[in-house]
């Protein structure tokens, strides 16, 4: 179809197909490093909960702490944190594997 005609008219319409959408691909760049910086926060954030469960470990077993209390919430937390960021990266590659086996 030829639009050549087209290009005088005022119409919005035919000036957005006819002009490189640059908006489309900054939104979706902002997207992306939206998600992937909230990824990286995820890391970080498990891997103190982590840390902090290991020393809430050596701490009790040191006798430095008695409290079974707060070792078990530093455990679960980071435990729990773990299993969501297992869960994201299962799911993340999922979506890799189904995007890959697209026919184009």
């Known amino acids: 179809m030829d639009i050549t005609s087209l290009l005088g008219t005022s119409s ?7 002009t490189p959408n640059t ?3 900054q939104k979706t760049s902002n997207v992306f490093d939206t998600i992937l910086s909230s990824a ?6 498990t891997n103190s909960y982590l840390s902090d469960a290991e020393n809430a ?9 008695e ?11 980071a435990s729990t ?11 993340f590659l999922d979506a ?5 086996q697209m026919q184009i």
């Open 12 to 18: 919005l319409v035919t000036k957005e197909t006819t």
């Open 23 to 25: 908006i489309g691909t």
């Open 40 to 45: 990286i926060d995820n890391i970080n954030t």
């Open 57 to 65: 470990e050596v701490s009790f077993a040191l006798g430095e702490t």
């Open 67 to 77: 409290s079974t209390h707060d070792l078990m919430i530093a455990l679960q937390k």
């Open 81 to 91: 944190a773990l299993q969501y960021t297992v869960a994201i990266r299962d799911k």
């Open 96 to 100: 890799y594997k189904e995007i890959m």
